[in-house]
């Protein structure tokens, strides 16, 4: 079946805010996104928390079609959006006929589990300085944009920022400034470039050195 005939068939077009799923409901269909995009996120006892945003190509939802268990997050449409919703029977003739799509599920969940440990990581940092640079590095290596002088610009805003590290808006922009005064990140209309990746690591070392408990003798 052509996309065309596909979209035809599964295609649903979503206005920013729509729900898409909440946390706890059944879970009877994996989406593909076409166009837009959409926020995963979970409520916490700190807040909300943003677990991942996918946008054109990416899709989610698969695992309540996989362990036909509840779902364990929302979804909201952050970004006018048109998706493909594909059904476990539908889902099921896919992978059972196409192997392409059968590894490419397996790879995309094989980087989803090593993004969910890069986060819990993050979160189990008390220090809002180490949970803002470990949330720019990991956004670099996951999506940033390498540029002609090797610099990496992020894609990403302030909110989305804080909504990863699970954040207050005051201390990410109080690291965020840190980080400019030492030319470590740069923060433009385009989100944060950063001009040496390695330096985001070598910054977080030296503070975790200095909070370190002196030896004992």
């Not at 005939?5 to 805010?17: A, D, I, M, N």
């Not at 919703?85 to 099921?92: A, C, K, Q």
């Not at 220090?127 to 002609?148: F, K, M, S």
């Amino acid at each position: 079946m052509g996309d065309k005939g596909l979209w035809e068939q599964v295609g649903k077009t979503c206005g920013r805010g729509t729900m898409l799923f909440r946390d706890g409901d059944s879970g009877d269909a994996m989406y593909v996104v076409h166009e837009g995009r959409v926020r995963i996120f979970k409520h916490a006892a700190s807040g909300e928390k943003t677990l991942a945003v996918f946008g054109a190509g990416e899709f989610f939802g698969e695992m309540a079609l996989l362990n036909d268990k509840p779902r364990t997050a929302s979804a909201e449409v952050v970004e006018d959006a048109k998706l493909l919703v594909i059904d476990r029977r539908t889902f099921g003739a896919m992978v059972a006929s196409n192997r392409e799509i059968a590894v490419r599920l397996i790879t995309k969940l094989a980087q989803r589990l090593d993004r969910a440990n890069a986060l819990i990581e993050i979160l189990m940092h008390k220090d809002p300085r180490a949970r803002v640079i470990l949330g720019l590095a990991r956004e670099a290596e996951a999506r940033g944009v390498e540029q002609e002088d090797a610099s990496v610009v992020i894609p990403l805003g302030r909110e989305e920022l804080a909504e990863h590290v699970g954040l207050g808006m005051d201390d990410v922009v109080g690291v965020l400034k840190r980080l400019e005064r030492l030319q470590i990140v740069e923060e433009n209309e385009h989100g944060f470039c950063v001009p040496d990746v390695m330096r985001l690591h070598e910054f977080l070392e030296f503070l975790q050195t200095r909070s370190e408990p002196p030896a004992a003798v």
